[in-house]
């Protein structure tokens, strides 16, 4: 990520944007030694117009971070004007892969034509086998992986095998 004052945040299918106050923290930083914020522009967009409403309801943009959610379709990503032509983050969480593979190859795709040059696309997965699937797919879709990690720090679920942003990977633009 650039050191520019402001920075462009995507959240897709965010659902009630659960992470949105910990990526305004995490991003929002500048890693300048005076520590100054940058501006931030969240947007969050999801299918599901009761978690947008929920966020919408939560958020409240001031002076360093700017919120706005779209319920919408993130396979139609250039049909929403409001949004930049780029961003500097985008990020899926625990994408469903397993449950629409097409629709997730044509989200990601839509996420790689998104992402600013210079800018990163970061994941988290449940699965192990798809995580490893998704991570196929974006580079696929163009991507260069940077980062893949497992989260010794994932919450397990009552699947076996299942634990909440079980791995992390975080690819960029070839």
Same mark, same amino acid.
């Given at each position: 990520?650039?050191?520019?004052? %402001?920075?462009?945040?995507?959240?897709?299918?965010?659902?009630?944007? %659960?992470?949105?106050?910990?990526?305004?923290?995490?991003?929002?930083?500048? &890693?300048?030694?005076?520590?100054?914020?940058?501006?931030?522009?969240?947007?969050?967009?999801?299918?599901?117009?009761?978690?947008?409403?929920?966020?919408?309801?939560?958020?409240?943009?001031?002076?360093?971070?700017?919120?706005?959610?779209?319920?919408?379709?993130?396979?139609?990503? &250039?049909?929403?004007?409001?949004?930049?032509?780029?961003?500097?983050?985008?990020?899926?969480?625990?994408?469903?892969?397993?449950?629409?593979?097409?629709?997730?190859?044509?989200?990601?795709?839509?996420?790689?034509?998104?992402?600013?040059?210079?800018?990163?696309?970061?994941?988290?997965?449940?699965?192990?086998?798809?995580?490893?699937?998704?991570?196929?797919?974006?580079?696929?879709?163009?991507?260069?992986?940077?980062?893949?990690?497992?989260?010794?720090?994932?919450?397990?679920?009552?699947?076996?095998?299942?634990?909440? &942003?079980?791995?992390?990977?975080?690819?960029?633009?070839?």
């Amino acid at each position: 990520i650039t050191s520019k004052e %402001n920075i462009q945040l995507l959240n897709l299918a965010s659902g009630a944007s %659960n992470e949105a106050k910990t990526q305004t923290k995490v991003f929002g930083n500048s &890693d300048r030694a005076n520590e100054e914020k940058r501006n931030m522009d969240f947007i969050g967009l999801d299918v599901r117009a009761r978690e947008i409403a929920e966020a919408t309801a939560r958020f409240r943009s001031d002076s360093n971070s700017q919120f706005e959610f779209i319920n919408g379709d993130a396979t139609k990503l &250039d049909g929403y004007k409001q949004l930049p032509g780029s961003f500097d983050v985008i990020f899926v969480r625990h994408q469903n892969l397993w449950n629409g593979k097409r629709t997730w190859e044509e989200i990601y795709h839509k996420a790689m034509e998104k992402v600013s040059p210079s800018g990163r696309l970061i994941i988290t997965s449940y699965f192990d086998r798809e995580h490893e699937q998704a991570i196929e797919v974006i580079k696929n879709q163009g991507g260069q992986l940077l980062v893949n990690e497992v989260n010794k720090r994932s919450r397990k679920l009552p699947f076996n095998g299942k634990s909440v &942003d079980r791995h992390l990977a975080i690819l960029k633009r070839k």
